[in-house]
């Protein structure tokens, strides 16, 4: 029996060890959020090593850089009743924010080298760049004749034919700068020793110096705060 435990004790101390060998993650992945659609944006993760320890446990320099699609509540697609062509009715601008972030990454749960789920709690802060982009329609001008343009409250919606191309207006985006703060979970799995999968599962709280709009004629928000889910592929060194 005591030759057993010690055995036991070996095998978990040669995991151990293993796991203990890599210093740096690196991944990538997609995320969603309450204020996005099903795909919300793109993430990259970097995490390394520190030297030292916090309250016993491994602690990682956390560094990462989101770009996401901000929607506001109220956005709800219609269709035109004659060319069958979708939009948004009173959406004036899209929000995409670049998000870099910085902060520590705390293992709460290892696992051995082979098996097992680890759990990292993840605490990070940023800048928020917002990119404020105008959204095009095409209207019909006069019969026969097709315009695109940025959206136009004005207009009578029966002349919205649907929306226009994803790539205009960029030229003509605004900028706006704030900051954002993260708190989140992540859950990795080793598939093959140095590759992992995982998911990354927290809440976000982000602030602008002014409102943004992106929709006409209602309420529109400078802080926003939203739960969100990142599925994330990488590898360990």
Request: proline residues 1%.
């Given at each position: 029996m005591g030759l057993l435990l010690t055995v036991c004790s070996a095998r978990a101390q040669n995991a151990d060890t293993d796991e203990d060998k890599f210093t740096t993650v690196t991944t990538y992945g997609v995320t969603t959020n309450t204020n996005s659609g099903i795909l919300g944006g793109?993430?990259?993760?970097?995490?390394?090593a520190l030297p030292t320890l916090f309250k016993g446990?491994?602690?990682f320099r956390y560094m990462a850089l989101e770009i996401v699609n901000v929607k506001h509540p109220k956005e709800v697609q219609s269709q035109t009743p004659y060319s069958g062509g979708?939009?948004?009715?009173?959406?004036?601008?899209y929000?995409?924010?670049?998000?870099?972030?910085?902060?520590?990454?705390?293992?709460?749960?290892t696992r051995t080298?082979?098996?097992?789920v680890a759990i990292n709690g993840i605490l990070a802060v940023g800048p928020s760049l917002g990119i404020i982009k105008p959204y095009y329609v095409q209207y019909t001008v006069r019969p026969g004749q097709i315009e695109t343009r940025p959206f136009d409250p004005s207009l009578q919606p029966e002349?919205?034919?649907?929306?226009?191309?994803?790539?205009?207006?960029?030229?003509?985006?605004?900028?706006?700068?704030?900051l954002n703060f993260k708190a989140a979970v992540a859950f990795e799995l080793s598939a093959f020793?140095?590759?992992?999968?995982?998911?990354?599962?927290?809440?976000?709280?982000?602030a602008f110096p002014k409102e943004v709009t992106i929709m006409n004629d209602t309420n529109n928000r400078s802080v926003?705060?939203?739960g969100f889910v990142t599925l994330f592929f990488g590898n360990k060194k």
């Open positions: 793109f993430v990259f993760r970097h995490s390394k446990k491994r602690q979708r939009y948004v009715y009173n959406k004036q601008n929000l995409f924010v670049v998000r870099p972030q910085y902060g520590r990454e705390i293992s709460l749960f080298a082979d098996e097992g002349l919205i034919v649907g929306s226009g191309s994803f790539f205009q207006g960029f030229d003509k985006s605004k900028l706006t700068v704030g020793r140095n590759n992992l999968t995982g998911l990354e599962i927290g809440f976000l709280a982000e926003y705060t939203s």
